[in-house]
């Protein structure tokens, strides 16, 4: 494959900052990544990739590889809508943020006062009590990883619970792991529980509640959560399983139902640029700035809780943002793992610069398989050892 590098002026509104030119060697050590980047690519067979970087708002790179759906041949392009799967939970941590700056609810609230629910969840000493949505939003709650852990194999089985209802009848046969706030633990319910906070207290569907709070005042015109809107169906990316060597597509739609607030976010690049703008402090303009106050989003990004090396980095929970640490200096980010969707983000607060990337592949069956997790975490190596260093270092930081 063949790298391809775009140098480009910006396309969004920035602050002085961000019109300075990339820093020196830049443009070389990109080079490399890009290089890198198509060797991980090919060694793990992945189908269809995007990786873009940005200062403050400006796109510096912007890589597309392969196809979005090989049925069609229609390749990755700029307009590609791929799934983010567990980004969304920054989306959903944003949004529980703007609850609470409008005194709506507290973050050292217990869940049990919003979900009363989840009081039939077995704790011993009543810690269930004792979960916070402070807790929740730093997955140090104490509830289980997994979202649905009995069965769901089958064909005609959903993709994911699809009601409420559902997840209640499952609280009975559900405990609280460890003391609250003891320790970190990945959990996806702990982010659907807080996506049933976000409708109770604001008397609307999440999706409604995300879209008309958070996507559409961020400029995010061409993302949506879930099944994909017809208009947008012929930019929807494919997503597959390697298995024996045989690439196999497993749809271009899927329904997260009742975890959309988990991870049911669906975007192209230019869209998750805007949204990454937002996060550098350079929003694309006033009404996206208006989104969350950047003293709260600062907040966001305060150590809640010590996770240890997790991911192959050194990492701290901060409020719905993991908190990696390399070489001393902390970034803010997010991955994401859902079907053949495999991505992440992450943001440098000091200078503004972000790296974004997702793939379309993963392998599954027998070992050894391709896998996409390696080439993610590859390449957010080479972002952290080559690139971003030049933005602290250069004539471009801050």
């Known amino acids: 494959m063949r790298a391809v590098l775009f140098l480009l002026f910006p396309t969004l509104l920035v602050t002085p900052a961000a019109a300075q030119s990339p820093p020196a060697g830049f443009a070389e050590a990109w080079a490399r990544v890009a290089r890198a980047y198509d060797a991980l690519l090919e060694r793990e067979q992945i189908g269809g990739s995007s990786l873009a970087f940005f200062q403050n708002g400006r796109e510096l790179a912007f890589e597309t590889r392969g196809l979005a759906d ?26 529980l943020l703007q609850l609470r700056d409008r005194g709506l609810l507290g973050l050292d609230d217990p869940i049990v006062d919003h979900v009363p629910e989840l009081k039939k969840v077995y704790s011993e000493d009543g810690a269930v009590e004792r979960v916070t949505l402070r807790h929740l939003l730093s997955h140090s709650g104490g509830f289980r990883s997994a979202t ?9 089985h959903p993709f994911e619970p699809t009601e409420w209802a559902q997840l209640v009848a499952m609280f009975p046969y559900t405990r609280v792991e460890f003391e609250p706030g003891s320790r970190w633990q990945y959990s ?44 947008l169906l012929p930019d929807r990316s494919n997503n597959y399983f390697v298995r024996d060597g045989e690439r196999l597509a497993n749809g271009l739609d899927f329904d997260t139902g009742i975890t959309v607030s988990n991870g049911g976010l669906n975007a192209p690049i230019p869209d ?127």
């Open 148 to 156: 649905w852990p009995w069965g769901g194999d089958e064909p005609w």
């Open 188 to 231: 996806n319910p702990g982010l659907v529980f807080l996506g049933r906070v976000i409708e109770t207290t604001s008397g609307e569907d999440y999706e409604a509640f995300m879209v008309k709070r958070v996507l559409r005042p961020l400029g995010m015109e061409r993302s949506y959560f879930d099944l994909t809107p017809p208009d």
């Open 272 to 398: 998750m640029a805007r949204y990454l703008a937002f996060l550098a402090g350079t929003p694309p303009d006033e009404r996206a700035a208006g989104v969350l106050p950047r003293e709260t989003l600062l907040e966001m990004w305060r150590p809640q809780i010590r996770i240890g090396e997790e991911d192959a980095l050194e990492q701290s929970m901060g409020l719905g943002f993991f908190l990696p640490t390399v070489d001393g200096h902390t970034y803010v980010g997010h991955t994401g793992t859902q079907l053949g969707f495999l991505s992440f983000f992450y943001l440098d607060p000091e200078t503004g610069a972000a790296a974004i990337a997702v793939f379309n592949t993963d392998g599954r069956g027998a070992t050894p398989r391709p896998s996409a997790d390696r080439a993610r975490r590859e390449l957010r190596e080479h972002l952290f050892r080559e690139i971003f260093p030049l933005f602290r270092d250069g004539p471009a930081g801050r």
């Open 70 to 95: 090989e049925a069609s041949g229609r390749p990755v392009d700029r307009n590609t809508i791929f799934h983010w799967a567990s980004i969304t939970k920054t989306f959903t941590a944003i949004a």
